[in-house]
């Protein structure tokens, strides 16, 4: 038995033997990508290839941590209802040995080709990096071609994450880096094959403001301009921004093909919550920009999770539609995913004082809102985590116990516009909180006690609220 095939069936086994522990966690989703057993991080290879969506991710079978990865892998044909399939790729060669890292995936004339990073580390912890290729004809079984890029000069070996797309005739890649000065950045590469490439330099940098690292950037056109999604490491936290270990977010401007230069304005964060990483996009049949990023956080207090006790860790979030409106990226639900929708379990309305309803754990919630300049809103979560909304400084608020002593902690963001709209997707221990039509977005893990049922809403001053719940199957 090769190697490969010995990861591939020691995965299974992993499966196989944890499956009956996984599924009876009371915090395991219904509607959400998760791992199978283990811990899953990235997605990775995001794209619709003939009619149907695919979904690579990390995945750590054999721990809830981090170590040598596999490439796991979801498909759908409508991006609500998505199948583990067989995995993609093990780190059983000698150029990813130590895990095959994220990347993305391209259509070359009807081969899925999926370029990633071999990770590599000796016996002292020294790393080596390389941007890999493999292949497939169905999407499902991959043969490797081995390395195409080894590291270019003026980085450390903290250079990972490859992102390809086709634009003017030529082949692009996007790669997170690190300078030799400790600087975060993303590298640049051409080619015309897809298999010889052409450093082109650094597209962007940090410039001694944005962290160390700079890793999965995704560069892709959106609303007559371009977007560049990465998540910058070691930015300190400064009022209500950067206050997780490590960000995600974007910068806007134009990308010239020809040039391969990049004109960007400032770093916005993507989102507003407590564990949100890695997002990766990809366009589909529609010509919709999608997408799905992990619900966690590297170094965040993962050790705390109580899910680990069930053999499993982490989620994807559910896939979003970007736009671009007025140099700001919005993000909603897809529109696939009323689907999800089965009985309406709750439908009022609210112009003062509370009210307490029973909403399940698994449940879509949309409140309209029309307040006055001096009003309150808010919106506690089976005594877990609450939503509050200050009109007079237009500020909106996410509270929730700590994951690691009960206390509370917040995260925040200032409205351009007042409160509209609230539009919540939870399952059972996650929450995506959609504010204003997408205008900021909240992506944070819940753990409330299991017993709980209740939903509290709450108006202060001169309010109306209109809610209506579905539970969501």
Known sequence: ????????????????????????????????????????????????WKGTYHMYFQWMPFDTTHGAKFWGHYSSEDLVNWELEPVALAPSDWYDKNGCYSGSAVDDDGLLKVFYTGNVKDEQGNRETYQCLAESVNGI????????????????????????????????MVVGAQTLDLEGSVALFESEDLENWVYKGELSSSNGELGYMWECPDLFPLGGQHVLVFCPQGMEADGMYYNNVYQSGYV????????????????????????????????????????VGWMGIPDQNEEHHPTIEYRWIHNLTLPRELKLQDGKVYQMPVEELKNLRREEVSSFKLEKGYVEKEIPKSSEIVVDIDSSKKSM?????????????????????????????????????????????????????????????GEEVFTSRMFPDVTKENVRFDVQGDTHLEVKAWELG
């Open 377 to 437: 809103v808010s919106v506690d979560l089976y005594d877990f985590a609450k939503i509050t909304y200050n009109r007079a400084e237009r500020s909106v608020t996410l509270h929730r116990k700590s994951l690691v002593d009960g206390s509370i902690e917040e995260r925040s963001c200032t409205l351009e516009n007042p409160l509209k709209e609230l539009r919540l997707f939870l399952d059972q221990s996650t929450l995506e909180l959609f504010v204003n039509g």
């Open 141 to 172: 079984d991959f043969t490797k071609k081995g390395p195409l890029i080894h590291l270019p000069e003026g980085f450390t070996p903290h250079f990972r994450d490859p992102k390809v797309w086709k634009e003017a005739g030529k082949w692009f």
């Open 1 to 48: 038995m090769n190697r490969d095939q010995q990861l591939r069936e020691m995965a299974e086994k992993e499966v196989q033997q944890y499956q009956s522990i996984v599924e009876k966690d009371p915090y395991r989703q219904n509607y959400h990508m998760m791992p199978p057993v283990g811990l899953l991080n990235d997605p990775n290879g995001f794209i619709q």
């Open 252 to 291: 806007v401007g134009d990308f010239d093909p020809k040039q391969a230069t990049f004109n960007h304005d400032s770093f916005v964060e993507l989102d507003r919550g407590f564990e949100f990483y890695a997002p990766q996009t990809t366009e589909d049949e529609h010509e919709r920009r999608l997408l």
